[in-house]
């Protein structure tokens, strides 16, 4: 079985401070993925990576930045924490199909953060 | 852009069908559908990759309509155990390995 982990289930920070989430895939998938989900928006893709030391930017990067050093470890980094950052994050991975799509997404548990 | 899902809700009793719809203002290469239960992380349902394409998974089935830019999940003789939040996920030629999600589709079912 895939299994993609987090390495917090619940996390609280304080504004201004620098937090690590960290996401480990066991399935040598070249794709990772994080997301971020809040009530009524969805999942929001922040940042996603195709290869190690590969990053792309998703569609709400801002105030976030990820870190690929090894295959199966995606790390997201918020550098300043802001309430505004208060939300589920949810990494993700994926192989890599024929025609150069992806596979299906396999999710970790997610990480709740609140900033206070 | 996000694709829009319709309904936002959706209350059946045991057995009653659904159908849950995805749009885009874009061209689709595919269409993804993921189930999430509360409390867990999204499942994947489906790929459908082919304009017309159909799948099936159980009673759960999906079809892509390439020319509307849209796709349908149909659950038909809902069970308790459909419940959850539905999402539809798109991928764009030139954007491929890239999701899209929906704002997804809270779906209950009562005894």
């Known amino acids: 079985d895939v299994k993609v982990t987090q390495s917090s289930r619940y996390l609280v920070k304080r504004t201004g401070e620098k937090v690590f989430l960290e996401c480990v895939q066991d399935m040598d998938h070249e794709n990772m993925f994080w997301y971020r989900q809040d009530p009524g928006l969805g999942l929001r893709l922040i940042y996603f990576?195709?290869?190690?030391?590969?990053?792309e930017k998703g569609d709400i990067p801002e105030g976030y930045s990820v870190s690929r050093e090894k295959k199966e470890r995606f790390s997201l980094i918020l550098e300043s924490a802001s309430t505004n950052q208060t939300s589920m994050y949810l990494c993700a991975s994926s192989g890599t199909g024929l025609a150069g799509g992806p596979y299906e997404q396999y999710f970790g548990p997610g990480t709740r953060l609140t900033v206070t | 852009q996000q694709p829009v899902q319709s309904p936002q809700a959706v209350i059946l009793r045991e057995g009653e069908d659904a159908v849950i719809n995805c749009s885009s203002s874009k061209a689709l290469y595919s269409v993804h559908w993921y189930r999430q239960k509360h409390g867990e992380a999204p499942v994947f349902l489906m790929i459908?990759?082919?304009?017309?394409e159909q799948k099936g998974h159980d009673k759960i089935s999906a079809s892509f309509n390439e020319k509307k830019q849209q796709s349908s999940l149909y659950l038909t003789a809902s069970q308790l155990s459909y419940s959850g939040t539905y999402f539809c996920?798109?991928?764009?030629?030139?954007?491929?390995?890239?999701?899209?999600f929906g704002t997804g589709t809270l779906l209950a079912v009562q005894p």
């Open positions: 996920g798109t991928e764009y030629r030139g954007a491929t390995n890239k999701l899209i």
């Open positions: 459908l990759l082919k304009g017309g």
């Open positions: 990576s195709y290869d190690v030391k590969m990053k």
